[in-house]
Structures are given as structure tokens and as C-alpha cells.
């Protein structure tokens, strides 16, 4: 047999809307210190139906958390753990205005993006377009060069233990 109601696997990939209470725990969780690491944790180890259902949650927010201390690295995790080219699109649409602003303060936004674009074979034109834009607001004149000691701080550089919301890594 098998009569319908409820004993099959879960659906994870639905068209409809997370419901709003989920959407506000999502995003609450991903401005707090433990719970950013649980998204984070969700995103990287989870089925590829959960990626829709987290970023569906996060969808309309994703730029100002790019810039929050915590929750970019969810936005990092998000661009990390992107199954297609179709989803990292999505998530380029929103965060990419923002890119000029986060080459300066959350490098690690934009390093995930870019390594999500070379892992996935798509996506590149348009980064290289917001990163354009960040050249040109910083003047456009390439003194940014970084060889290895420079001073991203978004990345996991290891340690970190005992800081709960200040360094976060």
C-alpha cells in the first residue's frame, strides 16, 4: 500500500513561501553567534532541497546580511554550498549591487561568490561587473593588490574560541 497523508519522505524544494515564522527564526538565527554556525552547518552538510528552503527564507535580506558581522557567513555558506549555476544566479542578483561596499569590509562575501563561480562554471560576468563597479568607486586607480599577508578577516583563520560576538572566528 502506502495511503497518502504524511508517511513519505519530507518535500524539501516547494514553490510555496516558508511561512513567516520560520523566515524570522532563520534570519534571527543567522545574526547569532552559535546560530549563524548552525545555518552555516545546515547549508554545507545538508540535502541540495535544503538550499532553496534557507535561501527562499533569506531571500529579500541577503544584502544587508552580507554586510553583518555574523550573518555573512552565512551568505558565505550560501554561495560555498550553491548546487547550480541557476542558484548561485539568484544569490548574485541580490548580493552583487553590494559588492563595492563589501570588497572593503567583508572580502570573504566576495571571495566565496568567486569560488562559487569557478566552481560552478557560471556567474563570473557578473561579479566581474559589481567588482568593477567596486574599482571605480575606490577611484579606480588598482592599488588594491593583497599578496598574501592582507587583511581580510573574514575567512576562517582558525582560533577564535571564547568570542561570542566580536570576532566571531
Do not use: I, Y
Not at 518535500?11 to 552555516?40: C, F, I, Q
Not at 560555498?80 to 570588497?103: I, N
Not at 562575501?109 to 561579479?127: D, E, N, Q, Y
Request: aromatic residues 2%; neutral net charge.
Amino acid at each position: 500500500g502506502g495511503g497518502g497523508g504524511g508517511g513519505g519522505k519530507p518535500r524539501l524544494a516547494s514553490k510555496a513561501p516558508p511561512p513567516p515564522e520560520t523566515v524570522e527564526r532563520v534570519r534571527s538565527l543567522s545574526r547569532d553567534a552559535l546560530g549563524s554556525r548552525l545555518v552555516e552547518a545546515l547549508l554545507l552538510a545538508a540535502p541540495r532541497g535544503w538550499w532553496s528552503r534557507v535561501h527562499a527564507a533569506l531571500r529579500g535580506d541577503l544584502r544587508a546580511m552580507a554586510s553583518h558581522p555574523l550573518a555573512n557567513f552565512v551568505v558565505q555558506a550560501l554561495a560555498a554550498s550553491a548546487p547550480r549555476r541557476k542558484e548561485l544566479s539568484l544569490l548574485l542578483a541580490e548580493v552583487g549591487p553590494a559588492v563595492p561596499e563589501l570588497v572593503a569590509q567583508r572580502a570573504g562575501v566576495v571571495w566565496k561568490l568567486a569560488s562559487a563561480c569557478s566552481r560552478l562554471g557560471g556567474g563570473g560576468a557578473a561579479l566581474l561587473s559589481a567588482l568593477g563597479a567596486a574599482d571605480e568607486a575606490d577611484g579606480g586607480g588598482g592599488g588594491g593588490e593583497t599578496e598574501g599577508g592582507g587583511s581580510n578577516g573574514e575567512t576562517d583563520g582558525g582560533g577564535g574560541e571564547g568570542e561570542a560576538d566580536g570576532g566571531r572566528r
